[in-house]
């Protein structure tokens, strides 16, 4: 079966965040036109907000439109198909044998992510996150009344690693009770090699410190790159951590609110199960069971191509600065459609480069300066579009970068 990932989407009157709002200095969403065709070479690219411009798989639109067609839309909750293709799913493309019980339905791994701060930590606890990382998890954190602690991330040759080190140091005061992995890591584009994981893994663990691994994007892999899931690594892991997975990434359904939370450990399930309910979250998404069953089901296919365009896009990008930017460096991509690019070399500051961006290019990017201190001159860029709304971004931006 052939996608065309190529033509634009009408994105408008749908309510969404990356196409119809903005957000100003004070963080308001300010809802516009601003991204319309109409306004030609002045209309704002939108390439922040970690969702595709791409349909849905086929499989996925037509479950949600039959399903729809039944016009009841009462209160709902997963069946034993939906189990089964969740499952099925993660043994299939990674070799893991996860049990029913062991998932627990959340709506969305933000949510989740604050319902473990809650759970397994107290306020006043330190935290272990490494930076530059997905800011939702700093705002977790601190929301919650707990500490920030950094194992930031070393950039050595033009490559990401952990600084084990550091690691260790970290994670041997008894104030740190909880790590958040991001793995795949958004925004640096790291898949963590199952040496990585194993020793990030027994360092945490022989410090009796809980491994949150978000793997949210875990199925948007670059071809010939391996992904390992943190649990896979042994049966101590996957005792000893939680790990967070979801469709909404992988199938671009993240509006459906639903995520899959993987918890071996029954008295740790039992806890978690509990702040559920006191915050009073339970039932599910009618369209949000009924899409992940279609799309773990039936979406493969559509997922290889996905993947196989954004590479390709990821090589025009790179091709193009080399060629037309070389002061711009972008750095290796391994997982997500999300890009690192290092813009330290203009030497400008970061208000000079958000208005040579946002302002001058009529570019909407994430600003690195959000995912911690050390993304300090940097961008993050999505690259889930059609190449030539691609191809204009990287035109606009060598046109303003000429202008400085």
């Known amino acids: 079966m052939s996608f065309d990932f190529d033509t ?9 965040i990356k196409w119809e709002f903005i957000f100003d200095a004070q963080h308001n969403a300010v809802q516009g ?8 070479g002045e209309r704002l690219l939108p390439m922040w907000v970690a969702d595709m411009d791409f349909r849905c798989p086929p499989a996925v639109i037509d479950a949600i ?26 043994a299939r493309r990674y070799g893991r044998s996860i049990q029913r019980d062991w998932i ?14 809650q759970t397994y930590t107290q306020p006043g606890d330190k935290i272990l996150i490494q930076r530059p990382v997905y800011h939702p998890f700093t705002f977790a954190i ?27 140091a970290k994670a041997a005061d008894p104030a740190v009770k909880m790590a958040i992995l991001c793995s795949p890591h958004n925004p640096v584009s790291r898949v963590w090699t199952a040496k990585e994981l194993a020793r990030f893994g027994e360092i945490c663990l022989d410090n009796d410190v809980l491994v949150i691994s978000d793997e949210i994007h875990c199925d948007l892999i670059y071809p010939g790159v391996e992904f390992t899931s943190f649990a896979n690594i042994s049966e101590r892991f996957a005792q000893h951590s939680i790990v967070c997975t979801a469709p909404s990434k992988t199938f671009n ?16 399930r039992a806890q978690f199960g509990k702040t559920l309910e006191r915050t009073g979250i339970m039932g599910v998404n009618t369209f949000g069971v009924v899409a992940t069953e279609a799309a773990y089901n039936l979406g493969e296919e559509w997922l290889t191509a996905v993947m196989a365009y954004v590479a390709d896009n990821y090589h025009f990008m790179r091709d193009y600065l080399e060629t037309h930017l070389p002061q711009l460096h972008l750095l290796p991509a391994e997982g997500t459609y999300l ?11 970061p208000a000079e480069r958000k208005k040579l961006i946002f302002e001058d290019a009529h570019l909407y990017l994430d600003e690195g300066e959000i995912f911690g201190p050390e993304g300090a001159g940097f961008e993050r860029i999505n690259l889930a579009c059609p190449r030539w709304l691609l191809a204009e971004a990287m035109d606009r931006l060598k046109a303003s970068i000429n202008n400085l």
């Open 142 to 168: 601190e929301n919650n009344g707990r500490e920030v602690v950094s194992n930031s991330l070393l950039l050595q040759d033009g490559r990401y690693q952990m600084d084990f080190d550091d690691l260790a």
């Open 339 to 349: 890009v690192w690019l290092d813009c330290r070399a203009l030497d400008i500051s």
């Open 65 to 90: 439109v039959e399903r729809a067609k039944r016009g009841v839309f009462g209160y709902a909750m997963p069946t034993d198909s939906y189990y089964e293709a969740v499952i099925n799913w993660f």
């Open 8 to 16: 634009e989407v009408n994105k408008f009157g749908i309510n969404s």
């Open 33 to 40: 036109d601003h991204a319309h065709p109409r306004h030609g």
């Open 253 to 268: 359904i993240a509006g459906l609110k639903l995520s899959n939370i993987i918890i071996p450990d029954e008295a740790r």
């Open 104 to 117: 627990v339905i959340t709506p969305g791994v933000v949510p989740a992510l604050n319902l473990m701060i």
